[in-house]
């Protein structure tokens, strides 16, 4: 996507990204509980890895300006962390309390073709899973089961149950990954040798 962007694009992500995570600094509203929002504060809207050309709706978050300045000045690496357990966080609540969530926002999205909406999420969720498992696999090398299925769900924005499914598949015989056991028992997820 190019760098610039049209006044309906900005407003087209402004109001997702509001629906999916509310319409308030994400920063103020985690570390202090404050909520800076509209009416009184303009938010912007952030890209987390510093990259303007990345329209991911994971990477996008809304912020106030003082934040905004004050992640520029942060790593790239210690900036994505923050947003990302700050989005997890923002997520946890909004479940809770039954408002809008990424995952909600995503399954509405999908059109109704084939089968529930439940299969449709399926081509969004595997394809951010896999992503997702491929990234802790070149960081890592390893990982425990658990903790990839738990990690692996929270990027993909599906359930442990869908995360745990999709390993399953993909720690068959024919494919990329395979299980195997560390000194202390526990089960560790490793590309196939």
């Given at each position: 996507?190019?760098?610039?962007?049209?006044?309906a694009?900005?407003?087209?992500?402004?109001?997702?990204?509001?629906?999916?995570?509310?319409?308030?600094c994400?920063?103020?509203?985690?570390?202090?509980?404050?909520?800076?929002?509209?009416?009184?504060?303009?938010?912007?809207?952030?890209?987390?890895?510093?990259d303007?050309?990345?329209?991911?709706?994971?990477?996008?978050?809304?912020?106030?300006?003082?934040?905004?300045?004050?992640?520029?000045?942060?790593?790239?690496?210690?900036?994505?962390t923050?947003l990302?357990?700050?989005?997890d966080?923002?997520?946890?609540?909004?479940?809770?309390?039954?408002?809008?969530?990424?995952?909600?926002?995503?399954?509405?999205?999908?059109?109704?073709?084939?089968?529930?909406?439940?299969?449709?999420?399926?081509?969004?969720?595997?394809?951010?899973?896999?992503?997702?498992?491929?990234?802790?696999?070149?960081?890592?090398?390893?990982?425990?089961?658990?903790?990839?299925?738990?990690?692996?769900?929270?990027?993909?924005?599906?359930?442990?149950?869908?995360?745990?499914?999709?390993?399953e598949?993909?720690?068959?015989?024919?494919?990329?990954?395979?299980?195997?056991?560390d000194?202390?028992?526990?089960?560790?997820?490793?590309?196939?040798?």
């Amino acid at each position: 996507m190019p760098k610039y962007q049209t006044n309906a694009q900005r407003q087209h992500r402004y109001e997702k990204i509001a629906r999916a995570e509310g319409e308030r600094c994400i920063i103020c509203w985690i570390e202090k509980k404050v909520r800076r929002g509209p009416p009184n504060v303009n938010l912007e809207i952030d890209h987390a890895d510093g990259d303007p050309m990345n329209w991911n709706w994971e990477n996008l978050h809304l912020v106030c300006h003082r934040d905004n300045c004050r992640l520029r000045e942060m790593p790239v690496k210690a900036r994505t962390t923050m947003l990302q357990d700050y989005s997890d966080q923002v997520e946890k609540e909004r479940e809770r309390e039954n408002l809008p969530t990424w995952k909600t926002i995503l399954k509405d999205e999908i059109t109704y073709e084939y089968g529930p909406p439940e299969m449709q999420a399926h081509k969004v969720f595997l394809k951010r899973w896999l992503f997702r498992v491929h990234q802790i696999m070149r960081e890592e090398g390893s990982e425990k089961k658990k903790d990839l299925i738990t990690r692996a769900a929270h990027y993909a924005k599906c359930s442990k149950q869908t995360s745990t499914n999709y390993l399953e598949v993909y720690t068959s015989i024919d494919s990329p990954f395979m299980e195997s056991s560390d000194s202390q028992g526990n089960v560790i997820i490793t590309y196939r040798k």
